[in-house]
């Protein structure tokens, strides 16, 4: 189930009053996930009920004490809400669960919110039968483009697309992580009432990787200058040598992907599917990839993993070794 089909399931069942008995949440949004959690219980049962609402969670989600409750009727309540989290039941299985499903009483209403949820398992078939499944993934760039806007727009702080897409190239998709740097932003901005890109550069928490994107296209330039200077920048950031190293190695092995989906006529959602980067920075993949032959890449891929066997060999000192691979890759 899609995450826009998984927000629409969940507001009409809290709209209309209609909710089903068995719900599986899940999914790799976790603030999605966490925000229509709390809306569905709330929904469902004052939380302070202690009579008729109780939580599980991890270790503590054993089937036993989950079965006693959830069999149990409502005291002066319209029902009782098990809310059951981590429990790894759909991944692992579990009898009595598989039973109580079937013994449910209509008084009960029992919400699983899982990390690891295996689809071929009896109690996840069981939950699509006679329940509710509600998958929330991460949304689109242009979802999230509006997501954010809005965010700011609550504060009457203006902020463009272009400053918005710079938060999301350097901080990433995780929604948790855009709303918490979105809100340092309003604090920053709150005065003069507008986020520029350059706010976002100052405030980005991947300052790091930020300046390792711009080396990266600096080194496909061969611009030795501009590579040079990105590097003396990091340093300044007191960023260790061994993760820059990882960081290096790791936009290679992006490059080199991304010239296999190119060559193998590849658009660009295909390009971010394969290659599991946000589509909106496929493009300066690609440009970057221009710089290079795919036997380049594949030699500078090499290259990392030789300069990180020489460092954990002791063969080299970690920025020794790093500064040595930079020398090496800005060649021709």
Same mark, same amino acid.
């Given at each position: ?12 069942? +809290?709209? =209309? !009053? ?11 949004? %976790? ?25 599980? %969670? ?78 929330? &993934?991460?949304?689109? &760039? ?6 954010? $806007? ?6 009457? /702080? ?33 005065? %003069? ?11 980005? /928490?991947?300052?790091?990787? !930020?300046?390792?994107? =711009?080396?990266? =296209? #600096?080194?496909?330039? @061969? ?9 003396? =920048? ?13 960081? +290096? ?9 991304? $010239?296999?989906?190119?060559? !193998?006529? $590849? ?6 599917? #394969? ?7 496929? %493009? ?15 030699? @500078? ?9 020489? +460092? $954990? ?13 930079? /020398? ?5």
């Amino acid at each position: 189930m899609a995450e826009k089909d998984a927000m629409s399931i969940i507001n009409s069942h +809290i709209k =209309d !009053g209609s909710f089903s008995q068995i719900y599986l949440l899940g999914g790799n949004e %976790k603030y999605l996930l966490s925000q229509y959690k709390d809306n569905l219980i709330n929904a469902l049962v004052d939380t302070s009920d202690t009579m008729n609402y109780v939580v599980y %969670k991890g270790e503590n989600a054993k089937a036993n004490p989950i079965v006693d409750f959830a069999m149990t009727m409502p005291f002066f309540a319209d029902r009782r809400v098990v809310l059951v989290e981590d429990s790894d039941f759909f991944k692992k299985g579990d009898e009595d669960i598989e039973k109580l499903f079937e013994e449910l009483p209509e008084t009960t209403t029992i919400v699983f919110c899982e990390t690891n949820i295996d689809k071929r398992c009896k109690l996840y078939k069981a939950v699509s039968k006679i329940g509710t499944v509600a998958i929330f &993934e991460t949304p689109d &760039e242009k979802t999230l483009l509006v997501w954010l $806007k809005s965010l700011f727009k609550k504060d009457n /702080i203006q902020i463009d697309d272009g400053a918005v897409y710079r938060l999301l190239e350097g901080v990433g998709m995780d929604m948790n992580t855009l709303y918490n740097e979105a809100e340092k932003l309003k604090s920053y901005c709150l005065e %003069k009432g507008t986020v520029t890109i350059e706010d976002v550069e100052v405030l980005s /928490i991947n300052q790091i990787e !930020g300046k390792i994107f =711009d080396m990266m =296209d #600096a080194l496909s330039r @061969r611009d030795k200058k501009a590579t040079i200077d990105l590097y003396s =920048d990091l340093l300044m950031l007191r960023e260790p040598a061994m993760r820059l190293l990882y960081l +290096i190695t790791r936009q290679y092995n992006i490059l080199l992907k991304t $010239k296999v989906a190119i060559e !193998g006529n $590849k658009d660009y959602s295909q390009i971010a599917s #394969a290659v599991k980067v946000p589509p909106f920075t496929v %493009k300066k993949y690609v440009a970057q990839c221009q710089g290079y032959t795919r036997s380049q890449l594949l030699d @500078r891929v090499n290259w990392c993993q030789e300069a990180d066997t020489s +460092i $954990k060999t002791g063969a080299m000192k970690d920025n020794m070794a790093v500064e040595m691979l930079i /020398i090496k890759l800005l060649q021709k």
